[in-house]
């Protein structure tokens, strides 16, 4: 029988090209600098093309990562797969777009846009909002609202006022005796709206608060709202507050009986909440109010299994041929474990965007609660519970592949704070040093990778040359490294990216990889 297997993914670390902000470098990893002299290493792409998104100019992220890292292929994502959707129109022949358009024209209601405002390519695009908004008065839709939520994580912090901007371009370009477009409400990502696996619905309810009631601070306009708001509070875009834009004192776009209503975002995690909020009758995570009647559609369907949302204007990937199948198939018993940030990434994201098992006797999922607290002031997160809980498993040996996501890298580099981000790199560090341990102990062959860069980039230059902070992703490679202190392995050489970890797990165990995978690295 082959030896356990335990993965463990050190979310956004990454190795700097620039060397400017690389908390990676500046942190005392002694563990992760000998991995790295002594064992068989090589570096990952981790983004563009190897990830399944349009370009190399696009940034990895945590879904698309594990994706690839749990399925063994790359598939069109994201901002790709809505890219070919509207490209070929089939996006704007899906029932759930038909839908949408013909209910506001029947009852000359309003078509309402809830989404991040920003061309990240991670959650949204903006070009993905204008090109809705001007379909939709081709197709005779008189009246648009825009919900936006501002981005400033997956690009420049304050960027805020660009993309309002070319918004309220391409709004005025549009409007005339036909149609009525205005920007309704907004607020910063991380204050309203776009929480994730439940950790905080107190953000969701101010964003329903905001976007659906028109509750909350009124201004003229997003503009000036972003300015004052800024003055007042010092905050990075993600971190405004919410704000209603308003006329004579009343909200220019609450979401109201008939209308309709497109959340833009692609990105499934920080969706399925107001998804759930607006399709669940059922519903008791905070008070809705009189919930209004109205068609409801995501830009994907967020989560297959919950059905969720009902309407989604583009088909998800149909990811099959999982690592997990594969290892299922075989007999072979798997623990994954994170904490609530990331949980959803060893499990949903890493079964092919599933919420169930393929397997309730062979998968065993752990979800260590995270702390509701800004990830600067406790950059260690959960990293020590993680690392207690599968040394239980590991000592338990009834796994044969274990698999865990040290969140640290990502979320306190989110936050652009460069010393709360060192020591969040070094709490992972600390970690690899216990397990390794453990792994020497029972066994075990330790596999170390990331799903994408961040913490190895925490400053950037802007166009002016000027250094700023960065709290986006990276474009940058990382690693992928072997320890085993009885086996030697071999890495071939080649250029290689996430979706050939899986393979090299596979052949591992000795066991056949389906045809449509990559190629094992070993």
Sequence with gaps: MAKPILLVVMDGVGFSKTGLGDAVTEANTPTLDWLLANCPNTRLKAHGDAVGLPSDDDMGNSEVGHNALGCGQIYSQGAKLVNESIE?????????????????????STLHFIGLLSDGN??????????????AKAEGVKKARVHVLLDGRDVPATSAPIYIEQLETVLKELNDGSFDGRIASGGGRMKITMDRYQADWAMVERG?????????????SAAEAVEVLRNETGAIDQDLPAFVIAENGEPVGKIADGDSVILYNFRGDRAIELSMAFDMEEFNHFNRGKKPD?????????????????RYLVNPPEIT??????????????????????????????????????SETLETFKEIPSDKVSFDERPWMKS??????LIEAIKSKKY??????????DMVGHTGSMEATIIGVESVDIGLARLKKVCDEYGVTMLVTADHGNADEMLEKNKKGEVAVRTAHSLNPVPFIIYDKDVKYTIKDGSYGLSNVAPTVVKMFGLTAPDCWQPSMI
């Design 208 to 220: 329903w608060n905001t976007h659906v009631k028109g509750e909350g601070r009124q201004f003229a």
């Design 88 to 108: 070929s129109g089939k996006m704007y022949g899906s029932a759930a777009w038909q839908e949408l358009v013909a209910n506001v024209k029947a009852k000359d």
């Design 294 to 310: 109205v068609c409801y559609a995501g830009m994907l369907q967020y989560d297959g299994d919950l059905a969720l949302p009902a």
């Design 384 to 389: 020590a519970d993680i690392v207690d809980d």
């Design 122 to 135: 991670v959650h949204s695009n903006i070009s993905h909002l204008f090109d809705m908004l001007k379909k």
């Design 321 to 358: 041929n999982t690592l997990s199948e594969v290892l299922v198939a075989a007999g072979l018993n798997q623990y994954a474990v994170s904490e609530t940030q990331k949980y959803g990434h060893v499990t949903y994201f890493w079964n092919g965007n599933r919420s169930g098992k393929f």
């Design 400 to 409: 044969d592949f274990l698999r865990c996501n040290f969140p640290n890298g």
